[in-house]
């Protein structure tokens, strides 16, 4: 596939507008056009090592979950590894691209992956996702009612301001009188110039409304997953559940106060990664992530929260499997797709 065609198509399977707004996601490295992928290369982080297992399998597309290029560049030298990897990436004529935040939103994505590692269970956003626009053209609804005598001086004059969409009028009955009500949609700043106008006669309108219009919310899209188990198991069966499901040997456990091993499990709140930020303030029994800080492991604990944390990129990366059939599927089995032998965590048990 041509790159240009092949990212059009990521964009489609997840699009990058449900990223936070401070990542860094999308196509980060381009060699000269045109480029075309082949082989596309799968990986949770991008070190040096895992780039040079991709030279060796010839990828001509990293998808790194994590972007490697994260704050901003301000030279491409041979200095430091990041600026290596662009170096690398350019020389054997490799793009690299970058999802991160936006398949920890999305239903297919990192974070629905994670669930499956409690057993049979409903689940829901903790931070659900807005659509990436509003139903209708603009921010903001004004209605007011206005006398039909002054109808068409204060429409004309609406009118000449910039940004005003969906006008309408309507007949009206205020207190016994006839009038129009008139309906807009307009921007953050028409706003404000619709309320001066509005504002420089007092008798011209009555009974203004203005409505802030919100972008509606996606259904089972967003950060972390409040998750109900069908039945309550104990904390010791969760913890065996997890660690087969993340194929790990060893996980960190902080015991929520007065809870047990034997304690039942009924709700679980979860965000792979960091979830501090996520997670904080959830009525949960238990909280799984990858890492917390000590504090908020503290402040969950005294909550009588039991926090398991599996370090970061553990809760991540077994994601990569399934993400290669689901793009295998997605990009109808036009290129080869490999997962990376040589990511892992960074930490490990000594």
């Given at each position: 596939?041509?790159?240009?065609?092949?990212?059009?198509?990521?964009?489609?399977?997840?699009?990058?507008?449900?990223?936070?707004?401070?990542?860094?996601?999308?196509?980060?490295?381009?060699?000269?056009?045109?480029?075309?992928?082949?082989?596309?290369?799968?990986?949770?982080?991008?070190?040096?090592?895992?780039?040079?297992?991709?030279?060796?399998?010839?990828?001509?597309?990293?998808?790194?979950?994590?972007?490697?290029?994260?704050?901003?560049?301000?030279?491409?030298?041979?200095?430091?590894?990041?600026?290596?990897?662009?170096?690398?990436?350019?020389?054997?004529?490799?793009?690299?691209?970058?999802?991160?935040?936006?398949?920890?939103?999305?239903?297919?994505?990192?974070?629905?992956?994670?669930?499956?590692?409690?057993?049979?269970?409903?689940?829901?956003?903790?931070?659900?996702?807005?659509?990436?626009?509003?139903?209708?053209?603009?921010?903001?609804?004004?209605?007011?009612?206005?006398?039909?005598?002054?109808?068409?001086?204060?429409?004309?004059?609406?009118?000449?301001?910039?940004?005003?969409?969906?006008?309408?009028?309507?007949?009206?009955?205020?207190?016994?009188?006839?009038?129009?009500?008139?309906?807009?949609?307009?921007?953050?700043?028409?706003?404000?110039?619709?309320?001066?106008?509005?504002?420089?006669?007092?008798?011209?309108?009555?009974?203004?409304?203005?409505?802030?219009?919100?972008?509606?919310?996606?259904?089972h899209t967003g950060m972390g997953r409040l998750c109900?188990?069908?039945?309550?198991?104990?904390?010791?069966?969760?913890?065996?559940?997890?660690?087969?499901?993340?194929?790990?040997?060893?996980?960190?456990?902080?015991?929520?106060?007065?809870?047990?091993?034997?304690?039942?499990?009924?709700?679980?709140?979860?965000?792979?990664?960091?979830?501090?930020?996520?997670?904080?303030?959830?009525?949960?029994?238990?909280?799984?992530?990858?890492?917390?800080?000590?504090?908020?492991?503290?402040?969950?604990?005294?909550?009588?929260?039991?926090?398991?944390?599996?370090?970061?990129?553990?809760?991540?990366?077994?994601?990569?499997?399934?993400?290669?059939?689901?793009?295998?599927?997605?990009?109808?089995?036009?290129?080869?797709?490999?997962?990376?032998?040589?990511?892992?965590?960074?930490?490990?048990?000594?």
């Amino acid at each position: 596939m041509d790159l240009r065609e092949l990212v059009s198509a990521l964009n489609d399977f997840a699009s990058l507008s449900l990223a936070e707004s401070w990542d860094n996601v999308g196509l980060l490295v381009e060699p000269s056009p045109p480029h075309t992928v082949n082989t596309l290369f799968l990986t949770n982080d991008l070190t040096e090592e895992v780039m040079e297992e991709a030279v060796q399998k010839k990828a001509d597309l990293i998808l790194s979950y994590h972007p490697p290029i994260f704050t901003p560049l301000k030279r491409v030298t041979w200095k430091t590894w990041k600026e290596r990897l662009v170096v690398r990436a350019l020389e054997h004529r490799i793009g690299i691209y970058s999802p991160h935040t936006a398949y920890d939103a999305i239903p297919h994505g990192v974070n629905n992956w994670l669930t499956k590692g409690l057993g049979a269970c409903t689940s829901v956003p903790l931070r659900p996702s807005t659509a990436p626009c509003y139903p209708a053209e603009g921010t903001h609804r004004i209605e007011f009612c206005a006398d039909t005598k002054h109808l068409d001086t204060v429409l004309s004059k609406i009118k000449d301001l910039k940004e005003i969409f969906c006008l309408t009028t309507l007949p009206a009955r205020v207190e016994g009188e006839e009038q129009t009500r008139v309906s807009l949609n307009c921007s953050q700043k028409a706003l404000l110039e619709v309320v001066a106008l509005l504002s420089q006669n007092s008798l011209l309108y009555h009974k203004t409304e203005i409505l802030l219009l919100q972008k509606p919310l996606l259904p089972h899209t967003g950060m972390g997953r409040l998750c109900t188990l069908s039945k309550p198991v104990s904390l010791s069966d969760i913890i065996a559940r997890i660690k087969s499901h993340l194929k790990l040997p060893h996980i960190r456990l902080a015991m929520g106060m007065g809870k047990t091993l034997e304690s039942p499990v009924k709700k679980a709140a979860l965000c792979a990664g960091s979830g501090s930020s996520i997670l904080k303030g959830t009525e949960a029994d238990l909280y799984l992530t990858g890492e917390m800080s000590h504090h908020d492991v503290l402040d969950a604990v005294a909550n009588g929260i039991s926090v398991v944390l599996c370090e970061h990129s553990n809760t991540e990366r077994g994601f990569l499997s399934e993400l290669r059939d689901m793009l295998a599927s997605h990009l109808h089995y036009k290129i080869n797709i490999i997962v990376s032998e040589k990511d892992r965590d960074p930490l490990q048990v000594a």
